[in-house]
């Protein structure tokens, strides 16, 4: 495994903790209370640090360390997580998110952004500490004098990022004489965890032999004999001595990402302290004393407080990573503590493995297969075996439930809850919002409901569409708003269900509903209706559907890019989805968008048409009739109606329209599949037989030819037979006038 | 086998070609663009498809549009009996099939062998043809498969 691997190991599991993060804060800001929602956005954050740290994403490691001390402080319950406190910190989230993203693909982030989340949350990991002169004041009396010099001097901010602020702990009187030449004796023994982690003692020997003068002792005496010996297992230890002008801080920061797998001790050496100038008694930090013995915590808390009082004349990223130094210590003991509660925690919640996709996807592609063959079996059988009553046929029979079983099972593999993908779209509310000035909740439903992977992949695009349209069009300014008496906050509804095999996804904002009567003069200033059209309201909300409409005034950062509607719409399509919209002026408007729960199968009737086998897609027939001589009229020159139950609807000819054939079929001789198109409307497509009903496996045409007008895909019938799967809206959509042709044409410019 | 190609290949710089038959006229392709070669079965025609487009068919469960080489090449559709047979071959990152009468022939040839193509007057020529063989007083034209679907029309979708 090389190291981009692992690095895309790491990018994955950040996308995971980041979306732990998300869904932390949000239900923090739902009010939720939890300690383990506390812990759990904190070491989603720490986890990110950790790993950015072992890949050198300095970047990415002096924000989520940042970001992390000021989470600390909310677990420590020191800062209360109000409102306003998680509005930073899920800005911060963003922010972090956009560094992941950077580190992962390049490009950059908004440096002033990341600069003022920085500061904010230092304010607020400052703002709550208790004031440092109450603890201290008694204490560093003695030691003010020494402390003064240094004060002045704050040292630059080393490579790290870790700026050590010396005076603050002399001052303090607490352990760390990080003076010139100060002597520490290390204690560095890994376990075997240490390795299978990819860490290396070397290296860190290496690390740590940069920061000082050392001397350095192996102890080998646990070393068995060579037969006994584990070759994964961990039996040196070091001693290590050093003199450095380091501060014990940064002696422990090279075993940081090592620390929990090793047993390490880092004290002052004895020897030297005793010439010391100061009169200080070194302290051991032991972890585990940290951990449990309240006095020492305590300490470490006037030690933040007092690195933050103290560096206020320093610059505030200085500031803020001269602070978060100090803050380490404490926090790293808790977060070895918080890693051990993950682990368990992990354990508990089900086992999961990660696969690659591709695995899954060639076991779908084979089950496929698998599905095929049992049908293509099944028929030749009933072929030759009249009776249906033998061996073999009830054999079959068992086979067919089981290859439909296995199916089914696989494809729950691919299929994901739609929680990501709404996470996403809470962060697009939030940016849009500000940007635009409006106060916008989202309100998330069904987030569990789900779906296959590659639908959820494919969403989030068109989603995130409408979402940023529903927050800049959708929900009015809030004066507007309480004008019209409504609260000044906006609400975005977004709902996932499962309904009759397919997913819907409900969009439904409280705003101003859809203002019909621009929208209509929109559509006749862009020529897509006559000026004298008499529309229904359904049909005019759906105008906004109409390829190159978009009402907005003035074209905005956030929507109205030109592309519009139309392309969302264009994508739920090509997904085998529909979406429709209703509107009701002055209340909101609701998107309603109905896909397939999977991509990989379908329904499908299948039909014959001018020869030729085809499948119909099940969802779009909404009946089937066998078409009377009386109930067919001709309209105008080409045009035939029929008539069901009094009212009247176009008939299409499926295999002229295909150009399968030259001529009109008589369609008394065929039967008509009533279909709902998009857009509202009803169609009959004429086809000569109906053959039945059947699950078809789905098999792009694309992958090795292109896409073909008309047909949305093609799948492979039981006799082993290609058979093309209509596309009926741009059927539909060529029966109104449109060609195919140009429909292609459109389908390569969008 | 294939080895011992691969170390000829490599000795050598020579190529392997599958030669095949369309009317009375040979023309060959690289081996190393075929994938295998199967019977001819009735294709599913595509609506809007050029005519050279024969349709598609199942192979092993992936969709494989034929292409009808004597129509591509302007000879006149194909009336493909049970004898003829499909190539199927890479193209770009795409498989398609090749309709031909028979496969003739397993060339090794050299670079020298293939002769450039004479100036004609026709464009279809030129374009699919990257060269000439002359191969025991027989006439091969070696086909540049990347001409059969022109990129132009791949983008379209």
């Known amino acids: ?750 | 086998m294939s080895m011992s190609y691969a170390v000829k290949n490599l000795v050598q710089g020579s190529q392997e070609l599958i030669a095949f038959r369309i009317g009375d006229q040979e023309f060959c392709v690289n081996i190393m663009s075929v994938r295998e070669i199967r019977g001819w079965t009735p294709a599913t025609p595509m609506p809007h498809a050029p005519a050279y487009v024969m349709g598609i068919v199942n192979l092993r469960g992936a969709v494989l549009p034929i292409v009808d080489l004597s129509a591509r090449l302007g000879m006149g559709e194909a009336e493909p009996t049970p004898r003829y047979v499909i190539i199927v071959a890479h193209m770009r990152e795409r498989v398609v099939g090749l309709l031909v009468e028979a496969v003739s022939d397993i060339l090794t040839i050299t670079d020298e062998n293939i002769q450039p193509v004479p100036e004609v007057s026709s464009d279809l020529e030129r374009q699919c043809a990257r060269g000439i063989l002359a191969i025991d007083k027989r006439m091969i034209c070696l086909i540049d498969l990347d001409w059969l679907f022109p990129e132009k029309e791949s983008e379209a979708a």
């Open chain 1, 1 to 750: 495994m090389d190291m981009n691997e692992i690095k895309e190991i790491f990018f994955q599991e950040c996308e995971e903790q980041l979306a732990e993060l998300e869904s932390g804060l949000l239900k923090l800001n739902d009010g939720d209370r939890d300690p383990e929602t506390v812990n759990a956005v904190f070491r989603a954050v720490h986890s990110i640090k950790g790993g950015a740290g072992a890949f050198g994403l300095d970047d990415l490691v002096s924000f989520a360390h940042v970001f992390e001390t000021t989470l600390d402080c909310v677990r420590s319950n020191k800062l209360e997580p109000t409102q306003d406190v998680l509005k930073v910190m899920l800005k911060s989230a963003d922010v972090l998110a956009d560094l992941v993203a950077a580190s992962r693909d390049g490009g950059s982030v908004d440096e002033t952004r990341t600069r003022g989340l920085v500061k904010e949350l230092e304010a607020l990991a400052h703002g709550d500490v208790p004031s440092p002169a109450s603890h201290e004041a008694p204490k560093p009396a003695a030691k003010a004098p020494a402390a003064a010099p240094k004060a002045e001097s704050p040292k630059p901010t080393d490579d790290s990022g870790f700026q050590p602020i010396p005076f603050t702990f002399d001052d303090f009187g607490s352990d760390e004489p990080a003076i010139e030449g100060s002597t520490y004796d290390i204690m560095f023994k890994p376990r075997r965890e240490l390795y299978s982690k990819g860490n290396e003692a070397a290296l860190l020997l290496r690390d740590l032999s940069r920061i000082g003068e050392m001397s350095i002792n192996c102890d080998a005496t646990a070393l068995p004999a060579l037969d006994k010996m584990d070759p994964e297992g961990s039996y040196f230890g070091w001693t290590i001595s050093i003199k450095t002008a380091k501060s014990e801080d940064d002696l422990r920061a090279v075993f940081e990402f090592a620390e929990w797998d090793c047993d390490l001790e880092v004290k002052p050496s004895e020897a030297e302290s005793s010439d010391e100038e100061l009169p200080m008694i070194p302290v051991p930090f032991d972890l585990s004393a940290l951990d449990d013995a309240p006095a020492v915590d305590d300490k470490a808390e006037e030690t933040l407080a007092a690195a933050v009082a103290a560096a206020e004349t320093a610059s505030n990223v200085a500031k803020a990573a001269g602070a978060a130094a100090r803050a380490e210590k404490k926090e790293t003991a808790a977060a070895a503590a918080a890693q051990n509660n993950a682990a368990a925690a992990a354990a508990a919640a089900g086992q999961t493995i990660r696969v690659d996709l591709d695995r899954v996807d060639r076991l779908i592609n084979l089950v496929g297969e698998l599905v095929i063959n049992q049908a293509m079996l099944s028929q030749s059988v009933v072929e030759n075996d009249a009776t249906g009553t033998s061996a073999v046929n009830i054999g079959l029979e068992e086979l067919q439930q089981l290859t439909r079983e296995i199916q089914d099972s696989v494809m729950a593999i691919r299929a994901q809850p739609v929680k990501p993908v709404f996470q996403r779209m809470s962060r697009i509310v939030r940016e849009v919002a500000d940007m635009v000035g409006k106060s916008i909740r989202l309100v998330t439903e069904g987030e569990n409901t789900e779906v296959d992977k590659t639908v959820i992949d494919k969403i989030a695009e068109p989603l995130t569409h409408m979402i940023r349209n529903a927050v800049d069009h959708g929900i009015e300014t809030p004066e507007k708003r309480e004008a019209a008496g409504k609260d000044p906050e906006g609400t975005i509804k977004l709902t996932a269900k499962h309904r009759s095999g397919r997913i819907l996804i409900e969009l439904a904002d409280d705003g101003g509903g859809i203002n019909r009567e621009r929208v209509k003069q929109k559509a006749i200033d862009n020529d897509l209706i006559a000026p004298d059209a008499n529309l229904s309201d359904e049909e005019i909300d759906n105008l906004i559907f109409a390829p190159g409409f978009s009402t907005a005034d003035t074209i905005s950062d956030i929507s109205g890019r030109g592309v519009g509607m139309d392309v969302v719409k264009r994508s739920i399509q090509a997904l085998g989805g529909r979406i429709s919209i209703s509107s009701r002026p002055g209340l909101g408007s609701t998107f309603t968008m109905s896909l397939p729960l999977t991509l990989a199968v379908l329904d499908g009737m299948v039909v014959t048409v001018a020869g030729q086998t085809l499948v119909v897609p099940l969802t779009a027939i909404v009946e089937t009739l066998q078409p009377e001589a009386s109930a067919i009229h001709s309209f105008g020159a080409t045009q035939r109606l029929i008539s069901i139950r009094n009212s009247f609807c176009p008939l299409v000819d499926v295999g002229r329209i295909l150009n399968f054939r030259s001529t009109q079929a008589n369609p008394v001789e065929g039967v008509a599949l009533l279909v709902e198109s998009e857009g509202g409307g009803q169609r009959a497509l004429m086809v000569d037989a109906i053959q039945g009903q059947r699950q078809v496996v789905i098999k792009s045409l694309e992958a090795n030819y292109t896409h073909v007008p008309g047909i949305a895909a093609a799948t492979i019938l039981g006799d082993g037979r290609v058979a093309l799967i209509l596309d009926v809206d741009a059927v539909v959509a060529a029966s109104r006038g449109q060609s195919l042709k140009a429909e292609m044409s459109l389908a390569a410019t969008g």
